[in-house]
């Protein structure tokens, strides 16, 4: 076990503990994202001076009598490089206090359903990841016997959502922006909403596509947010993880299910290795800096995008055209907005926000992803196989820019008629912009898009 491993459980409160000699825990939650994610679970090993925590591959844990142990038994159970990725990942995550780590999001989607119970109804936004989709219809329905509704909870209609909500009803479930489509849902109405209603839902939101830097779910009254780790959180594109991530619990309902989680996290041992957890800690150190970097590359390719005649859609809630612009403008996190407000404003735009409320003119950052629609299967399929940069991939969030078809790679398993009724076309295009020089990647955007234009509509 190593010493320079913080040991106590992940239960933090947005601060972080001593490091070196000078101690911060006078100022719990003064410090800022980059200071939490570079600090927390993350102190000098006493007895090397080793800035960087090293790998616990120790797969069980001395005891000094029966019973009696340093806070480690086994590392299914617990390890300190999960340990401490989960005290990181509790204090990023604005309003967080505990954080559980999973061998992947799916494995976090998995555990979430089976502590619902048999029985149990899950209404969740009907445009969600591929992975989700499966789960939700093909195991949770078919093998756990969970009632599933899918629905479109973009245009919140507060009748519509109170008729879907039943007595069995035990989690909402929403992505936000969805995947691939970037819908983006008022998370602050649906949880009051589901929090107001008799049967009490707790609310998820995978909040995967913005990271905690560009949105804090649960300060706008999520009960749990999912992360797949793999994406922007590691951002390296080199391990696969997920997370929940919880606030303080405050009813009796809330802690039950935040037990029942830690239970089957260990139960099921849906748990992500040591190094895998280092490797995370590590990428997520530099979250801040690049979130910014790929929501101002991905601005500026969809500018681009929309400016070209043959995209006939392109989908970006930073972009002023955008029908959800002024909820995404709300559905900042605070410090995404300062950070927009005072340096990216006045640097690139030469203007600030009229008021802390209303969006400002020409757009911003919100964070890397971006979808956009091209006439034809044909054209989409020219465009993903001439780019040099954008390499044609699944997954999202890595520092290099992918750029994928979702019709017949992520949600190839959601049939087409559903597909389609989703937007999820055939000319459909998703792009995870990177954070390398932008200019570069507004040429490799433009040269496949005059490729693209060669194709003769069928």
């Not at 600090?39 to 591959?57: E, N, Y």
């Not at 091209?374 to 780019?387: E, K």
């Not at 954070?435 to 433009?446: G, H, K, M, W």
Request: hydrophobic share 40%; net charge negative.
């Amino acid at each position: 076990m190593s010493p320079a491993l913080d040991l106590k459980p992940a239960v933090v409160t947005n601060g972080h503990h001593t490091n070196g000699v000078t101690s911060l825990k006078q100022k719990p939650r003064s410090d800022g994202f980059s200071t939490l994610s570079v600090h927390v679970g993350s102190s000098p090993d006493p007895s090397t001076g080793a800035v960087i925590p090293s790998i616990s591959l120790s797969t069980t844990y001395a005891q000094s009598a029966p019973g009696q142990h340093k806070g480690f038994e086994y590392s299914r159970s617990d390890n300190p490089n999960r340990n401490a990725l989960e005290k990181m990942l509790a204090s990023i995550e604005k309003g967080g206090e505990e954080a559980l780590a999973f061998g992947s999001g799916s494995a976090a989607t998995g555990v979430v359903v089976q502590a619902l119970g048999s029985g149990a109804h899950v209404l969740s936004v009907n445009d969600v990841y591929g992975g989700t989709y499966r789960y939700l219809k093909r195991v949770a329905s078919e093998i756990q016997s969970v009632e599933v509704t899918l629905l479109d909870l973009e245009r919140v209609d507060e009748d519509l959502i109170r008729e879907n909500i039943r007595e069995n009803t035990k989690l909402i479930w929403l992505e936000s922006p969805t995947n691939p489509t970037l819908k983006l849902m008022d998370v602050a109405r649906i949880a009051q909403i589901a929090h107001s209603h008799p049967s009490q839902p707790l609310l998820l939101v995978d909040n995967t596509f913005l990271s905690p830097f560009y949105s804090s779910p649960l300060q706008l009254g999520a009960d749990v947010v999912l992360h797949s780790l793999t994406k922007y959180v590691n951002g390296h594109s080199d391990v696969v993880m997920g997370a929940l991530i919880l606030p303080a619990s405050s009813t009796p309902q809330t802690r039950a299910f935040r037990d029942k989680l830690r239970f089957l996290q260990n139960a099921t041992g849906a748990v992500p290795s040591p190094y895998d957890s280092w490797l995370a800690q590590r990428g997520a150190k530099t979250l801040a800096l690049r979130m910014r970097q790929h929501g101002l590359n991905a601005l500026k390719v969809a500018k681009l995008l929309k400016s070209h005649p043959l995209v006939e859609e392109v989908m970006y809630p930073g972009l002023e055209s955008n029908k959800r612009y002024d909820l995404a403008w709300r559905s900042l996190s605070a410090h995404a907005r300062k950070w927009i407000e005072e340096d990216v404003l006045l640097r690139d735009f030469h203007h600030s926000s009229s008021s802390p409320s209303s969006p400002p003119e020409g757009g911003f950052p919100f964070s890397g992803m971006t979808s956009f629609r091209l006439p034809t299967h044909a054209h989409a399929v020219a465009f993903l196989t001439s780019t040099r940069l954008f390499t044609l991939a699944e997954s999202l969030g890595g520092v290099e820019s992918l750029a994928e078809h979702p019709a017949s790679m992520t949600h190839s398993g959601i049939p087409k008629e559903e597909r389609e009724a989703l937007g999820i076309t055939d000319g459909l295009v998703r792009l995870s912009v990177g954070i390398e020089d932008v200019a570069d990647l507004l040429d490799d955007v433009r040269q496949a898009l005059e490729k693209s234009a060669r194709v003769e509509s069928a």
